[in-house]
């Protein structure tokens, strides 16, 4: 029978005079009471025992310590693949991007300055080249419409820089794509700086397939596949005819950038087919091999080269080949600032 804890019954007895002397006096009375309350709460405790057993009150506390108790943060797939794109973060891999100095407003003709610091906060001096490059250094707006793929030059001291002015005003997010000397895979890093002026935001499109870029129209043929690989062509004519004549530009025939719209991750896309030789010539077309962590719209660029000057032709892609959601990203992706007002991640860079 389980115990009754809190309720005791006192069982009834003559009454007595005054005088009569009480054969259960006060402290034998709440002796015995206190005596049942430690009985009705040791069978208490008996019974919770037998409901949860030692083994699983043991399993509880082992998940505690190491972490795995009810406040854990639990990372859904979709986040960690997030949290694993490139071009999210200033800092990657045991390396991390400096400030960046830069013109602080539209029309200055200053330098863009930046160092990689390795784990030991030195600036890197050894780099792996990869397209020809040492260093590929992407600068974008926040709502795609200005785009530049530069690349600076280092000096004894590990500083990055070359001649630097501003067209528009705007929110930019600068990229550093290089591979350590010694290292097996190439790293990318991440700031965002903040250009005084006049700004106005650009319309974007759910989906642009073609683009011009000086005399030749580019066209992107293909569909992104979401969570996977896909191929990418892009064609080139010019007056209405194919282009043949497009030369190598850093070890490829072309290409091809890709950003997510909204965080702009930086996204893995390579050029099928060999290496051209010095001299080779090809086109109209080339294609790519892309991957979409995530459903959306993303941001892409073709940098080729023909008669020795480089193009760059723009597009805007939804996943599946369906176009994304209009209108623009998260509030404060898009946010400008005052006039006057330049910064980057609260970091002086001047």
Known sequence: MPARIGTHRIPLRSPRSPDEEDPMNTPARLSIYGLGLVAAFGAAFLVAGAVVPDSAVEARAAEVEEGHGAHEETVLPDEAASAALPGLSLDADGYRLSPITAPDAVGEEEELRFSVLGADDQPLLEYTEEHEKDLHLIVVRQDGSEFRHVHPEIDAEG??????????AGTYRVFADFTPGGAESGVTLTRTLSVAGDFEPAAQEDEVRTSQAG?????LIGD?????????????????QPVTTMEPYLGAFGHLVALRDGDLAYLHVHPEGAEPEAGQLSGPTVEFATEAPTPGRYLLYFDFQVDGEVQTASFVLGTDGEASESGTSDEGDHEEPAEGDTHDDGEDDH
């Open 215 to 219: 005399d030749f129209e580019v066209e």
């Open 159 to 168: 500083t990055w820089s070359l001649p630097w002015s501003w067209e528009e």
């Open 224 to 240: 992104l596949a979401a969570g996977g690989s896909s191929t990418l062509t892009v064609e080139v004519t010019r007056d209405g």
